[in-house]
């Protein structure tokens, strides 16, 4: 392969690395899920993948719900999404990841 041939490769099948990064969760208020995002879409996100990825465990777990009843100020489906809303992939795996999953 030519070397002109493989920068054309790389350049079509290169991944772009997201400008930024955004916990996404659902928290409930006042007895109604309600969608929010840290940092809000309104500021500039968080430039790191893995530092989004722990600051969204620590918040899921420090905002858990107790059992299967969910009250107000606990976060469900929180997860970790690109500055365009799309998910990303947690790092340690490789895979979907969602911290505190409901269906409700």
Known sequence: MKLTEGM????E????????????FQQMTNGELVTGYSPPETDTPLDSDVTTW?????LAMAASPEGDE????C???VT????KGSPIRYYATGKPEIFNPSDI
């Open 8 to 11: 054309q490769l790389i350049a």
């Open 13 to 24: 099948g290169w991944i772009v690395k997201p400008e930024g990064f955004r916990v996404k």
């Open 54 to 58: 722990r600051y969204a465990w620590k």
């Open 70 to 73: 969910l009250h107000d100020g």
């Open 75 to 77: 976060l469900v489906n």
């Open 80 to 83: 970790v999404v690109d500055e």
